[in-house]
Nanobody, 114 residues
């Protein structure tokens, strides 16, 4: 059973930065697709950033140029560096793992407010 544990969320002022981490346990040596999604109150969950098996990345238009997804396969960890945060980035952020099956983390709250 694959387990994902996120950390790094919190409260920050507009323009600030946070770095989310997702540590994976119970997975095989095969490299999965990993991503970060987020869900704001009253809104649907949306894809924020994805890193594919070949290392290629893609981002939602709303975060391009501000967020960076990266991973260390040896450490089974994926990060989301979030810069120039805006109040609209406030949401619960979820780590996502896919390789034949899909697993989600429990989520970590990010609040951007002055």
């Amino acid at each position: 059973q694959v387990q994902l544990v996120e950390s790094g969320g919190g409260s920050v002022q507009p323009g600030g930065s946070l770095r989310l981490s997702c540590v994976v346990s119970g997975s095989s040596s095969l490299i999965p697709v990993m991503a970060w999604h987020r869900q704001a109150p009253g809104k649907q969950r949306e894809l924020v950033a994805v890193i594919n098996r070949d290392g290629m990345t893609d981002y939602a238009d709303s975060v391009k140029g501000r967020f960076t997804i990266s991973r260390d396969t040896a450490k089974n960890t994926v990060w989301l560096q979030m810069n120039s945060l805006e109040p609209e980035d406030t949401a619960v952020y979820y780590c996502y793992w896919r390789l034949f099956r899909t697993f989600w983390g429990q989520g970590t709250q990010v609040t951007v407010s002055s």
